[in-house]
């Protein structure tokens, strides 16, 4: 997913192991938009990021089983990876770290892609069998004092929705800093904030953002809140011997069974959409009466090319 409409107010850069793309509708304030984005992107990335070793999730790993009080920005994307889990009835499931790490994603995924570049499709690893993820609830989170008891053995993987929340903030931030309306990209996750330009954010769908520009599925206007995609194509490579990618099913802890390949969901914000999303996936069949029960209008493509829409997404080039 990627934003359609060329406007002078606009900044590419990589970020978070993706792209990240700024809209502004003032040209003039794009400098003023671009600080604000920066600086959330560095900030997220130091909070949450579990291939830094500075990091400060990295930390609370090392202090599992000890009571630790987080900095604000990390506390705040606890809540949300736990407030997913809980909407989602553990679909969205912070606790897959272990999994994620064991399907072969356990380092940065420009890292995991040139390993796979290196070795080929086969690393001659045998197969290990998966393990359900440890559970949401087993984290003790007090959301006033900001303190976390992270038990023994249970890693956070808060991939679901940390992008989605720094996508949130930079929008939200930038738009107070600017007086104008902004859109934030991050690989499939847009946060949108103050007045978007006439008729709308112009919005690229596409199974791989990085391609959405040049050949997108669909285009749509946006006008608030968020919009998220999550993909089996984007993030994928080979290990033990099987096609993997980042979305696991903490019930299994294993990738979902394929059939949706790619999910888009529009919703109030960029956190609740990618939560969605990634449900979406994860729970296959199901979803689009999961999605229609809550009022979601979403788009869900099959592995065979196959297109189901639900609450309202167009069927043509209009508004969501």
Not at 177 to 184: I, Q
């Amino acid at each position: 997913m990627n934003a359609a409409l060329t406007v002078p107010g606009r900044l590419e850069l990589a970020a978070l192991g993706t792209s990240a793309l700024l809209l502004v509708t003032d040209p003039g304030r794009l400098d003023r938009a671009a600080a604000v984005l920066r600086a959330e992107l560095a900030a997220i990335d130091l909070a949450c990021s579990r291939f830094r070793p500075d990091s400060e999730i990295t930390k609370l790993h090392r202090a599992a089983g000890r009571p630790v009080t987080v900095g604000p920005l990390l506390a705040e994307a606890i809540d949300a990876a736990l407030r997913a889990a809980e909407l989602t009835g553990g679909l969205v499931d912070p606790t897959v770290g272990a999994a994620v790490r064991a399907l072969g994603y356990d380092r940065d995924f420009a890292q995991v892609r040139a390993m796979q570049e290196r070795r080929g499709t086969g690393d001659g690893l045998p197969e290990v069998p998966a393990r359900p993820a440890p559970g949401w609830w087993r984290v003790h989170f007090d959301r006033d004092s900001r303190e976390v008891l992270l038990p023994r053995g249970v890693t956070l993987d808060l991939g679901a929705t940390a992008k989605a929340l720094a996508a949130d903030r930079a929008a939200h931030r930038a738009a107070e800093a600017t007086g104008r309306g902004v859109l934030v990209g991050l690989g499939g996750d847009l946060g949108l904030a103050g007045t978007p330009p006439d008729g709308g954010w112009r919005v690229a769908v596409a199974d791989d953002h990085r391609h959405a520009m040049d050949s997108p599925a669909q285009t749509i206007s946006v006008t608030s809140g968020g919009l998220a995609t999550s993909s089996t194509v984007a993030r994928a490579w080979q290990h033990r011997g099987r096609r993997r990618h980042h979305i696991v099913d903490p019930r299994t802890g294993d990738n979902p069974a394929p059939l949706w390949r790619t999910v888009s969901v529009a919703a109030g914000s960029c956190v609740d959409a990618n939560t969605a999303s990634t449900a979406a996936i994860v729970l296959g069949r199901a979803a689009t009466d999961w999605l229609v029960r809550r009022g979601m209008p979403a788009r869900l493509v099959t592995e065979d090319g196959q297109v189901v829409h639900t609450a309202g997404w167009p069927l043509t080039e209009e508004g969501v």
